[in-house]
């Protein structure tokens, strides 16, 4: 196998996987499930501090 093959079978791959992860995080989003609340970015935590009402101190 040639230098030109090799990096024609890497370059392949890594289309290829690129497309995989694209396909999968489109189908994830399409599907729905659950309230925009349940699909909050990665930081946020499932606490409800946000949503009680101010504390008398």
Not at 24 to 30: A, C, D, I, K
Not at 33 to 45: H, L, V
Not at 46 to 55: K, N, Q, S, T, Y
Request: negative net charge; glycine residues 8%; without cysteine.
């Amino acid at each position: 196998m040639s230098q030109n093959q090799l990096l024609l079978w890497v370059l392949l791959l890594i289309a290829v996987t690129a497309l995989v992860v694209w396909i999968v995080r489109f189908l994830q989003s399409r599907r729905g499930g659950g309230s925009a609340r349940d699909r909050g970015a990665w930081w946020e935590g499932p606490w409800d501090e946000d949503d009680d009402p101010p504390r008398d101190r």
